[in-house]
């Protein structure tokens, strides 16, 4: 097994005061299973063979193996990864929509993984909101309640809950559509609502999985802009999946990379684009990389163009 | 010729059970008996006491407020007034008490019945054979349990209608909440619902219109029992065709048989608009 290789070297102590970390995320792992009455004990994962096996069998899935990560107060810290390698079953284990396997979350000191029932929805409804890739929005309820619905799910008073929603649709750009039902609303002002439901619950943890993944790459392009510029006052810890590397680029601080369940690199972008891991990863990189030489080509070329043709309007 | 010596009755230990079951638990079987006959008698005098065109403006009212369309709703409206002038306004009275006594029982026991079997597995892995069996069985079956129990009347013709009737609700109820799109549930949870808060706030509602289907097939199914139960004394519609049957009065049949598919008619058409008004939004 290859091991993830930490680039970052400035990453804390855990558990340090000053610089402790938002999520911090120890040997985490997660299998699969499909046969009726089948387990797997979070002992079992430190028994190789018996991974290996059902790595190979038809009855279990190992979908995350042995993932550590440290993401920092206030970072954009992108999980990235070709489809199946897991990145959507992490960022569900964060909030244990998922059960790990085996392993330790600890968010902000709490330890997640320990929680029982109702510490655990107490959790999800202060500390922690997440938008989805398929917005997961109700349709029999308004853009409204669906923006107050978590609002609503923790008991916050009536008036506060429309006051909130409005300031987050405000800042989403839904003006004016409280009234409209998620049907009649485009994908792109799905995930507006979407985003906007995450907001108003206040939590310092965002988790996004896959959020633009659906959209057109116009829009993808416009709501990409938006986060970054939320971003900016907001400070939050976001926690963003994502398969698509200028993605990442743009958004990400530092970002982590993913392939068959394991965390194979992890570093900032500029680190990950000049020191590829692993040929997995170079192949995401070498892509990014053709299309950065040929947007430079085409601004050489336009450039010398037209120091070469000053007259020509 | 089947031979002699095979021959083996159950119909005795059948007859000893039943009245073992009578002698042991009379008084539960009369106080049940008791409580169905008074809520029926209930719902009757309640039936009867609103005037007969007040049956006809609601019924157009309600069409008219769901569907918007003028030409049907008189044509839905006028139904009843065509079972009145048939003579049979008592009888159809009488046929409906039953059946919405039954649907109410059955909607008391099946939703609660279909939510527990959408929500735990093997509540479901039992319920599922029974209802099977529920439904495919013929209609007349049920009313021999509901004869030996409660004797010939009303009560067991209540208790037929609701077995038989029973089914679709717990089905369809159960089909509409797991049915609900994963990633709605999902979100729910993300966002700290309870177990109990996603059953109301996200499963019922988006399972509203398969539950409303469901109330429309029980309705429906205790319709159709309504000549069948009348072989138990039953009285209403029912009755009235299976006199016309043993007299071979065709032209009486034909109006009572009339009456029972305007009633069927109605009741479908108003269930059915109610169940589109749960769909979802899409504006
Ligand atoms: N509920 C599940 N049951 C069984 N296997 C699953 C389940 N969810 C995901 N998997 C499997 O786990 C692997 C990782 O899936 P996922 O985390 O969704 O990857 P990604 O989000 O990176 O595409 C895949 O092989 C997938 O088929
Ligand atoms: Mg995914």
Not at chain 1, 39 to 59: A, C, I, R, T
Not at chain 2, 232 to 256: C, K, M
Request: aromatic letters at 6%; charged letters at 20%.
């Amino acid at each position: 097994m290859d091991a993830p290789q930490q680039q970052d070297a400035s990453a804390g102590v855990p558990g340090a005061a000053a610089g402790m970390e938002a999520i911090l995320i120890r040997d985490l792992w997660k299998i699969y299973t499909r046969k009726k009455g089948m387990s797997v004990s979070s002992s079992d994962v430190e028994n190789e063979e018996l991974v290996e096996e059902l790595d190979k069998g038809e009855d279990a899935v190992v979908a995350m193996k042995n993932v550590s990560l440290e993401i920092r107060q206030g970072e954009t810290f992108i999980i990235m990864g070709l489809s199946g390698s897991g990145k959507s079953t992490l960022i569900r284990c964060l909030l244990r929509l998922v059960e790990p396997t085996s392993g330790d979350i600890i968010i902000n000191g709490e330890n997640v993984t320990a929680m029982n029932r109702r510490q655990l929805v107490n959790f999800r409804r202060e500390k922690i909101a997440m938008v989805f890739q398929h917005y997961g929005l109700l349709p029999h309820r308004t853009v409204l309640q669906n923006v107050t619905f978590g609002l609503k799910l923790r008991g916050d008073e009536k008036e506060g809950r429309k006051e909130k929603a409005a300031d987050a649709l405000e800042k989403v750009g839904l003006k004016g559509w409280e009234k409209y039902y998620p049907a009649s609303l485009s994908g792109g002002m799905r995930q507006r609502v979407g985003i906007a439901r995450a907001l108003v619950m206040d939590a310092p943890i965002l988790l996004m999985d896959e959020p633009f993944s659906g959209l057109d790459p116009l829009i993808r392009r416009e709501l990409q802009d938006e986060m970054i510029h939320l971003q900016k006052v907001m400070h939050k810890t976001i926690f963003f999946v994502t398969h698509d590397l200028s993605e990442a680029l743009r958004m990400g601080d530092r970002m982590a990379i993913m392939k068959k369940g394991e965390i194979v690199q992890v570093g900032s972008p500029d680190e990950v684009i000049a020191n590829p891991a692993d040929d997995y990863v170079s192949r995401f990189v070498s892509d990014e990389r053709e299309h950065m030489r040929r947007a430079e080509e085409v601004l050489a070329k336009n450039r010398a163009g037209k120091e070469g043709t000053p007259h020509v309007s | 010729m089947f031979p002699e010596m095979f021959r083996y009755h159950v119909a005795g230990p059948v007859n000893d059970f039943i009245n073992n079951l009578i002698e042991a638990y009379g008084p539960v079987f009369d106080s049940i008996s008791h409580g169905i006959l008074s809520f029926l008698l209930g719902v009757n005098s309640v039936l009867s006491f609103i005037p007969w065109w007040a049956y006809i403006a609601v019924v157009f009212l309600l069409s008219w407020y769901s569907s918007k369309k003028l030409i049907a709703s008189v044509v839905l409206a006028s139904l009843p007034f065509v079972i009145g002038m048939f003579g049979l306004w008592a009888m159809a009275i009488e046929s409906l008490s039953v059946i919405i006594t039954a649907v109410l029982m059955a909607l008391i026991i099946g939703l609660p019945l279909g939510v527990l079997m959408a929500e735990l597995k093997p509540v479901a892995a039992v319920l599922r054979p029974v209802l099977d069996g529920m439904q495919t069985m013929p209609s007349f079956v049920y009313l021999i349990p509901a004869m030996m129990l409660f004797g010939l009347g009303k009560v067991p013709a209540v208790l037929a209608t609701l077995i038989y009737a029973l089914p679709p609700v717990i089905r369809l109820t159960a089909l509409g909440l797991n049915q609900v799109p994963k990633p709605v549930e999902e979100a729910a949870l993300a966002y700290g619902a309870t177990r109990w808060q996603l059953l109301k706030e996200v499963r019922l509602p988006l399972a509203m219109p398969s539950i409303l289907a469901g109330v429309n097939q029980t309705t429906m199914m205790a319709l159709a029992m309504v000549v069948i139960s009348s072989m138990i004394g039953a009285r209403g519609l029912g009755q009235e065709v299976l006199l016309s049957i043993n007299r071979i009065d065709v032209g009486r049949g034909f109006e009572a048989g009339m009456s029972v598919v305007f009633l069927a008619i109605v009741i479908d058409r108003l269930t059915q608009n109610m169940a589109k008004r749960w769909e979802p939004p899409k504006r």
